[in-house]
């Protein structure tokens, strides 16, 4: 167990839907990533957020959108939903975002199917 | 923008060494990770190296030639329970103060038989 948490562990939904995906990282960890893993492209990086702010992106498209909560928890939202996005969702957490050694902690990842 | 090659699948016998290289083309380097994923499950974090050279931690090394765009991930005295998908990735600078992005190569399926 990492100590990331993500919720929903299976998600079905139909195309054109919009579904909210959350992650609560480690305790003490302030950056939050997201990751999305299919058969064919493996596991590609979306965005990270830092203390609520965003600080990289990934190959996110422009329907699927990210924040950071004061809390530290974020949410991955993906809207207008197509049968490629269908894959794993992970989110992963670290201490920092910064310049030195940052192991990342992977959650057990949601699982989105649309149908 | 990054490159990065591994090998798609591999198979070895349980108690044997095993090496799964990595090739990478990248520019702002700061970083090789190896991960082990099993199938529908999270990866989990196996080494570092941002040093040439080689990182030994239990049964499992991990080499880094920078010169190169190099890496390997030897496993020695393979047991069954190391049936897993292993990730190589990269960690690169991102264009912005302080912040980087891993990149993951799509994996080596290593299969343990009897």
């Known amino acids: 167990d990492s100590g990331v948490t993500q919720t929903p562990k299976h998600l079905i939904t139909a195309t054109g839907q919009r579904v909210t995906l959350r992650c609560s990282p480690r305790?003490?960890?302030?950056?939050v990533y997201w990751y999305q893993q299919s058969l064919d492209q493996g596991l590609q990086f979306l965005i990270q957020?830092?203390?609520?702010?965003?600080?990289a992106k990934g190959n996110i498209l422009e329907r699927f959108s990210a924040q950071q909560f004061p809390d530290l928890h974020s949410e991955l939202n993906l809207s207008s939903l197509e049968l490629g996005d269908s894959a794993l969702y992970f989110c992963?957490?670290?201490?920092?975002?910064?310049?030195?050694?940052?192991?990342?902690?992977f959650g057990p990842g949601t699982r989105l199917t649309v149908l | 923008g990054q490159n990065i090659d591994q090998p798609t699948e591999m198979t070895a016998t349980e108690g044997a060494i095993v090496q799964i290289n990595c090739t990478y083309q990248?520019?702002?380097?700061?970083?090789l990770f190896w991960y082990q994923q099993h199938a529908g499950e999270a990866p989990t974090f196996l080494s570092y190296?941002?040093?040439?050279g080689l990182e030994e931690k239990g049964r499992f090394s991990s080499f880094l030639s920078r010169s190169k765009g190099y890496s390997y991930l030897l496993l020695k005295e393979l047991q069954m329970k190391d049936s897993a998908s292993y990730l190589c990735?990269?960690?690169?600078?991102?264009?912005?103060?302080?912040?980087?992005?891993?990149?993951f190569g799509k994996g080596t399926k290593l299969s343990v038989i009897p």
């Open positions: 992963a957490s670290s201490v920092t975002g910064g310049d030195y050694y940052n192991e990342q902690f």
């Open positions: 305790s003490g960890d302030l950056s």
């Open positions: 957020y830092y203390n609520g702010e965003e600080r």
């Open positions: 990248t520019s702002g380097f700061n970083g």
């Open positions: 190296n941002v040093l040439d």
């Open positions: 990735a990269v960690r690169e600078r991102y264009s912005g103060a302080g912040s980087y992005q891993l990149t």
